[in-house]
Structure formats: C-alpha cells, structure tokens
C-alpha cells in the first residue's frame, strides 16, 4: 500500500500552494521528492513534517535566504547543530521584539476600545441608567 501523498493532497494538507512547494524544491527548501513511475511527485510523512516546519518558520517571518540557510545547515548533518540552534535564536529574538511591538499595539487599541465604550455611553444617558440597574 502506497502511503505517499501526491502534491495536491500536500498542498491542501499543509495549506501551501502546489506553487509553493514546486518552488521550495526549485530553490533547496526541500530536498527533491520521490517520483511515482508516472513522474509525479510523491510526498512521505518525513517530507511533510519538514514541510510543516518550513511554513512555521515562513509564517513567524522568517526570510526565504535563512530558511535555505538552516536547510542547508540541516542536511550537512549533525555537525551542524550549533550552527542552527544560534540560526533559531536569532529568529526567536526577532520573534519576540515583534510579539512585544504587538503587544504594545493591542494595549493602545483595547484604550481606545474602552474609549469609545465610555464615550458612547456619556452620549446616551438612558444607556447609563439601564448599564447600573443591570449591574444591580
């Protein structure tokens, strides 16, 4: 029994383009994939983790270049594995300044949000009356 996946299935399984994972093959992101005898590619469970790892680090914004980077460094084997924990780090720190940012942009807007909760409720005194009776 066959229980490779053919591109579609990986695409709509991994929700990557078969666009995208052609191009991730061109460019060394993954490593040329089985053919069935029909030329098609044949995606594993292993290519399919290491595309799901792949897109995590695409989706957190980590660039194309560093992506191919610890790629590389990964199929150099494990003499490499300084090199790719520093890569990660790296990718971490920016992660985190970036959840930090966000963080600081979702307390301003929830200010605002509380704002306008306030200010509508000045506007409409008989809403004020209605919101103290409900609070009992």
């Not at 591109?7 to 992101?29: C, F, K, N, P």
């Not at 957190?60 to 003499?79: N, V």
């Not at 300084?82 to 920016?94: K, V």
Request: neutral net charge.
């Amino acid at each position: 029994m066959d229980d490779t996946l053919t591109i579609q299935e990986v695409a709509e399984r991994t929700g990557l383009s078969s666009h995208t994972l052609r191009y991730y093959e061109r460019i060394g992101l993954i490593q040329p994939v089985d053919r069935a005898s029909s030329g098609h590619r044949r995606y594993s469970e292993q290519d399919i983790g290491w595309i799901e790892f792949l897109k995590k680090l695409r989706s957190t914004g980590m660039p194309i270049r560093e992506m191919k980077l610890y790629a590389d460094l990964m199929w150099q084997g494990e003499q490499t594995a300084g090199a790719r924990r520093r890569l990660l780090e790296r990718h971490r720190e920016r992660m985190l300044a970036q959840i930090a940012e966000m963080n600081d942009c979702l307390t301003c807007i929830e200010w605002k949000i509380a704002h306008y909760k306030e200010f509508e409720m000045m506007a409409q005194p008989h809403r004020v009356e209605e919101e103290k009776v409900r609070a009992g």
